[in-house]
């Protein structure tokens, strides 16, 4: 931690890191979507798991030094494995290069343009209140103290949350649905 | 340029961009659902921004909540996806439309 600090305090490293991770995340995000060499969705797997990885950096720039950790411990370990245990279970074909809908593309670039109008409209449009220097870290002690105190009802009902998707999942992967 | 809370919302829209596009466009349901991961991850990266920008740690509980329920959603589609292979033999959006009109 206080490595990481040391290198976070200066102020040209993690300029200079913010832009090779973004590029990093962006490329390997667009490899996932649509890679020119492969079909295959293993490997958008792979590069969904590099994405993952990439944004953990990001967080570390933030000082969200606990939510790398969870990013890294739950996508990349936890959500990628189940990804690919449900892509080898189906056995997939290699999705086949059928002709892309002149449909798909216009509704693509139509809601892409209209999220772009409003994010370029509410960013000139709005004081973001942003902080040159801000000070806060999100270390695990930090996120522990306001996660039991402030918040330990949203946490309890996530907790049943997690308890009714695990029944669900038994349910729904039962050989004979009812 | 110094990177401030600008350039971080910038990385997130277009990646939640990427995100929909890749939804609107693969045919693959797998593939859709990891889109699907991709624009749940912009909107944290532009929670955990705000959050540092403002110094208020609220937005990285969210984004605790945020990947808590994402990890239950992603264990809920995949077995709807299995359930549906084992029905249909296929993972196909396009040969999904028995509740076409």
């Known amino acids: 931690m206080e490595a990481i600090n040391n290198l976070l305090g200066g102020s040209a490293v993690p300029d200079v890191l913010f832009y090779v991770f973004a590029a990093f995340t962006l490329l390997c995000g667009v490899l996932v979507i649509a890679n020119p060499f492969s079909r295959n969705p293993v490997t958008s797997a792979m590069f969904l798991v590099l994405t993952i990885i990439s944004m953990a950096g990001l967080f570390v720039l933030l000082h969200a030094f606990f939510l790398a950790a969870v990013q890294i411990l739950v996508y990349a370990g936890a959500v990628i494995v189940l990804f690919l245990f449900v892509i080898m279970l189906l056995d997939l074909k290699e999705e086949q290069r059928r002709r892309i809908k002149m449909f798909g593309i216009v509704a693509g670039l139509i809601s892409v343009g209209t999220i772009l109008a409003i994010f370029l409209k509410s960013l000139n449009a709005t004081n973001l209140n942003a902080q040159s220097s801000p000070t806060i870290e999100g270390g695990t002690a930090a996120l522990g103290k306001l996660l039991f105190t402030q918040y330990v009802l949203p946490f309890e009902v996530v907790s049943v949350l997690l308890l009714v998707a695990m029944i669900g999942v038994i349910l729904l992967s039962k050989k004979d649905l009812k | ?101």
């Open chain 2, 1 to 101: 340029m110094h990177v401030g809370l600008e350039q971080y919302l910038t990385v997130s829209f277009l990646l939640f961009s990427l995100g929909l596009l890749g939804v609107i466009m693969r045919r693959n349901l797998l593939v859709i659902y990891m889109s699907l991961e991709l624009m749940l991850n912009a909107a944290n990266l532009a929670l955990v921004a705000f959050s540092r920008f403002n110094n208020n740690l609220n937005g990285q509980i969210l984004v605790f909540f945020i990947i808590t329920v994402a990890a239950a959603e992603v264990s809920v589609g995949l077995a709807l996806i299995v359930a549906l292979y084992r029905k249909r033999q296929t993972a196909h959006v396009e040969d999904l439309t028995s509740m076409k009109l």
